[in-house]
């Protein structure tokens, strides 16, 4: 079911950005990439979602390359609550298939 | 605050009762989806619902677990004869048939215990 890859843990300076990257060499052309973090015993929190052109948003800025097999989602300035487990996901835009986690990248900002 | 609203937030129950969670998604959402997640490990998708319609179900979903979601509206999922093995968190989601993307929010999660 695995259908992107991602480092599993990262550790970044508070205050400097932060990006996460992923791969989804296999992605189709209805497919979407988004972007969930937890934060420790809650549920997983939407962040940003794109098809092929770059998003930004009040959270993160998505960064997908032009032949999508690749994203990035940079946090500009991350802070200790940004400290979390993000996941990178493929799915078509339809919403009608279940969205598949993996184990995700464990960012740890450091003070 | 997604709008996802779980209950309870936290459960524990003796091996064999029967449990059941509710799940009330976001109100224009009439797509809503169950998650289980044990310690460790990404969410596992158990079930999906469009308006009252069960249209997916993981093989995760043994036949001690059933799903309702009457009128299309809260959904409820229930354990029969619990394990320890079902000691995980159980995550609600929901999403829309109509924006693009179909982004799903998700509750805070039923943290269950079998004792």
Not at chain 2, 79 to 105: H, K, N, P, W
Request: aromatic share 10%.
């Amino acid at each position: 079911d695995a259908k992107t890859t991602q480092p599993t843990s990262m550790d970044c300076a508070e205050g400097r950005a932060a990006n996460l990257p992923c791969n989804h060499s296999t992605i189709s052309g209805n497919e979407y990439v988004y972007w969930y973090r937890q934060i420790h015993s809650q549920g997983p929190q939407y962040i940003i979602h794109g098809l092929k052109n770059n998003e930004t948003n009040e959270m993160a800025s998505l960064i997908i390359t032009e032949d999508r097999k690749s994203s990035t989602l940079i946090l500009p300035h991350a802070t200790l609550r940004d400290t979390a487990v993000y996941y990178c996901i493929v799915r078509p835009g339809t919403g009608a298939n279940n969205l598949f986690f993996g184990t995700g990248t464990r960012l740890t900002v450091i003070p | 605050d997604t709008g996802v609203s779980q209950d309870p937030r936290h459960k524990i129950t003796k091996r064999g009762q029967n449990v059941t969670f509710r799940c009330d998604p976001i109100s224009e959402h009439n797509r809503l989806y169950w998650y289980r997640q044990t310690l460790g490990q990404g969410p596992e998708f158990l079930t999906y619902f469009q308006n009252e319609a069960q249209l997916e179900k993981s093989r995760l979903l043994s036949d001690r677990f059933s799903a309702e979601r009457p009128k299309g509206s809260f959904s409820t999922l229930e354990i029969q004869r619990t394990e320890q093995g079902d000691s995980a968190m159980y995550l609600c989601a929901s999403s829309s048939q109509r924006t693009v993307g179909s982004i799903a929010f998700f509750g805070q999660g039923t943290r269950l215990t079998v004792v």
